[in-house]
């Protein structure tokens, strides 16, 4: 279970764990910059550059939830996703947020 929010409904936080983090480094290639450049010119969504986006929050909220696992936890709150450029065409993308132990509320 991973949520934004700081609680989960019907559960009761039974440990924290600490921050799980899940981080991803990626450049786009020469031929997605070509094929993107020729989508600017038709103007709209650009769905090389979303496809590739999608991709790399999805693998690096992966990488979080893997993280989280290998810390004993069985849910992941606050989460949340940070990008940085490294150098131009080099972003960072974490996804990290608080691994949790949680139980149902009786």
């Given amino acids: ?17 600490g921050m799980a983090r899940g981080i991803v480094v990626r450049s786009r290639s020469v031929f997605g910059t070509i094929g993107a450049s020729l989508q600017t010119m038709v103007g ?3 769905s090389l550059f979303t496809k590739m986006c999608e991709q790399t929050r999805e693998d690096s909220f992966n990488l979080m939830l893997e993280h989280a696992g290998q810390m ?11 990008a940085t450029e490294i150098m131009q065409g ?9 691994a949790v132990i949680v139980e149902p509320i009786r």
Avoid: K, P, Q, S
């Fill in 90 to 98: 080099v972003t960072e993308v974490l996804a990290y947020g608080t």
């Fill in 44 to 46: 709209g969504n650009i």
């Fill in 72 to 82: 004993g936890a069985n849910a992941v709150i606050g989460a949340r996703y940070d």
């Fill in 1 to 17: 279970m991973v949520t934004t929010a700081f609680e989960l409904d019907n559960y009761r936080i039974v440990r924290t764990l």
